[in-house]
């Protein structure tokens, strides 16, 4: 079925990552897969060890040679409209001094909070 609209696989790792970490492998392989069919050399690599578990050298050998496949014809640059905005640090700045929860909630534009976990009137 075409939506119109496009498949954009560039965070198809990160998200394998999510049920990789619930213990849901099948699902994690899903998503390596699919970022390694879409260029991912890091997916391909990720790929490589399942199938040794499992006896199939064949199978790991074919994605050992995908991750150095992918890994020489890779960009190193993500695909158009995903780089972060120039005027926006990835990291938030260094502060001096020691921070405070209160400090902390109002660079993230929290409100502060009282001990009891209720907002303080402005």
Same mark, same amino acid.
């Given at each position: 079925?075409?939506?119109?609209? +496009?498949?954009?696989?560039?965070?198809?790792? +990160?998200?394998? &990552? @999510?049920?990789? @970490?619930?213990?849901?492998?099948?699902?994690?392989?899903?998503?390596?897969?699919?970022?390694?069919? +879409? !260029?991912?050399?890091?997916?391909?690599? *990720?790929?490589?060890?399942?199938? @040794?578990?499992?006896?199939?050298?064949?199978?790991?050998?074919?994605?050992?040679?995908?991750?150095?496949?992918?890994?020489? =014809?890779?960009? $190193?640059?993500?695909?158009? !409209?995903?780089? $972060?905005?120039?005027?926006?640090?990835? @990291? $938030?700045? +260094?502060?001096?001094? $020691?921070? =405070?929860?209160?400090?902390?909630?109002?660079?993230?534009? &929290?409100?502060? &909070? *009282?001990?009891? !976990?209720?907002?303080?009137?402005?």
């Amino acid at each position: 079925m075409d939506d119109g609209t +496009a498949i954009e696989p560039y965070g198809a790792p +990160a998200f394998a &990552c @999510l049920p990789h @970490l619930t213990d849901r492998a099948e699902a994690a392989r899903f998503w390596w897969q699919f970022a390694a069919g +879409a !260029g991912s050399p890091a997916a391909a690599h *990720r790929l490589y060890p399942h199938p @040794l578990r499992y006896g199939e050298p064949h199978d790991a050998q074919h994605w050992r040679e995908q991750t150095e496949t992918l890994a020489d =014809s890779a960009s $190193p640059d993500p695909p158009h !409209g995903l780089h $972060p905005a120039e005027h926006e640090p990835l @990291l $938030p700045q +260094a502060r001096s001094g $020691p921070a =405070s929860a209160d400090g902390v909630r109002e660079a993230a534009g &929290c409100p502060p &909070c *009282r001990p009891d !976990g209720t907002s303080r009137p402005a």
